[in-house]
């Protein structure tokens, strides 16, 4: 018999370890192999003890998107979508040997496509909660959702079975939604807005122009809160991220922002070999590269900290290439942009903090020669 002396959680965060340590109750053992689909890793024991490590390849095999949202919602359709790039089921084949035989073991954790931090995580990790929704939270029962009205915004759920049922109550407005059914276990998110189509979505949840507490039931019973903070349309430059719970963040920054394009010769091309009368120059450029950033800036409370901070570490961000409310979105709408510096001072009192970014947009194409 294979037995476990240290493993993964019920649900974990891919990208951090999940180490497991195992022993076997067969005589004379010399390695393990591990299968993971058409992998093999094998590994060997140190007093009998083995031990592997499973973030490298499960960060892999969660990620075949690359971070890349691949829905576009059309809400003549459904404004609830289920999403399973965002989770991974990993169920390795674990087998021990000795030189005759082998014994095995399939056993089977969730994984997320989050990362976690070790202040506040060993709090958080002692609320053991099968079903969660990917916002920023301290007890997995109470979660911030910031709405800029006017453009695209969405919240996933994870770990709703299949089958379940769910829905939510607006108690702010004693609002009510439909009940909905899970085809498949997994990830599931919910659109307030297209962009375009903006208060189909208000009457999805009956979103008030304050805060909103949502109540998310599932099979009939309560499960978690959702604070929805509703934000007047305006201009704006908007960007969409991937955070560190696992899903798709939003944010609309201020209007006012300082561009710069900025280039830079590539190479000289020296040698007109001819009299003076006959050239009119002794030099020329090879061509010019340039690049365009933006400096844009905006101003966030204590409650909505930890949602927008995520921005500084994600590994992708994009532009809303709309700086305009109530624009359809489509697979053109985003651009992906890299943010090449990033401050936010603030204090644990300040209820109006400051946070700055510049980012890189797309390249800009040149001549050359």
């Known amino acids: 018999m294979i037995n476990f002396t240290k493993q993964p959680l019920t649900i974990n965060p891919a990208y951090n370890d999940s180490i497991i340590e195992y022993t076997s109750t ?29 973030k490298p390849i499960v960060s892999v095999l969660i990620n075949n998107n690359r971070f890349q949202d691949s829905i576009i919602p059309d809400f003549t359709n459904a404004y609830v979508y289920e999403d399973n790039t965002l989770n991974y089921n990993l169920q390795p084949v674990i087998r021990v040997y000795n030189n005759n035989t082998y014994e095995e073991t399939i056993p089977s954790w969730q994984f997320i496509k989050s990362v976690e931090q070790l202040v506040g995580y060993r709090e958080k990790s002692e609320v053991e909660k099968s079903i969660r929704i990917l916002l920023p939270t301290n007890n997995k029962t109470d979660y911030f959702l910031p709405y800029f009205e006017g453009y695209p915004n969405d919240f996933a759920i994870y770990g709703i079975p299949e089958g379940a049922t769910y829905n939510f109550k607006n108690v702010t407005t004693i609002s009510e939604s439909p009940t909905f059914t899970a085809e498949t276990f997994g990830t599931h998110r919910v659109y307030l807005s297209d962009g375009g189509q903006n208060e189909f979505a208000s009457n999805f949840l009956g979103l008030s122009t304050t805060d909103n507490l949502v109540e998310l039931w599932v099979n009939g019973s309560f499960n978690s809160n959702i604070t929805i903070k509703r934000n007047n349309s305006r201009c704006g430059v908007y960007l969409k991220w991937f955070n560190n719970t696992g899903s798709y963040s939003y944010w609309l920054f201020d209007p006012i922002y300082t561009e710069t394009v900025q280039t830079k010769t590539l190479d000289d091309l020296n040698g007109e070999w001819d009299n003076l009368q ?63 510096d990033g401050s936010t001072p603030s204090t644990n009192k300040s209820t109006n903090n400051k946070l700055d970014l510049t980012i890189t947009l797309p390249a800009i194409y040149t001549q050359t020669i």
């Open 278 to 340: 006959n050239v009119s120059a002794t030099s020329r450029i090879a061509g010019k590269s340039a690049t365009r950033t933006l400096k844009i800036s905006t101003r966030y409370t204590l409650q909505e900290k930890e949602y927008i901070n995520s921005i500084l570490t994600s590994p992708m961000v994009e532009m809303y290439v709309d700086d305009k409310p109530f624009s359809k979105t489509d697979v053109n709408k985003f651009v992906g942009v890299t943010i090449t």
């Open 26 to 54: 067969l005589k004379g053992v010399t390695y393990s192999n591990i299968y993971v689909g058409t992998n093999l890793f094998k590994t060997y024991p140190v007093a009998g003890i083995f031990t592997y490590n499973f």
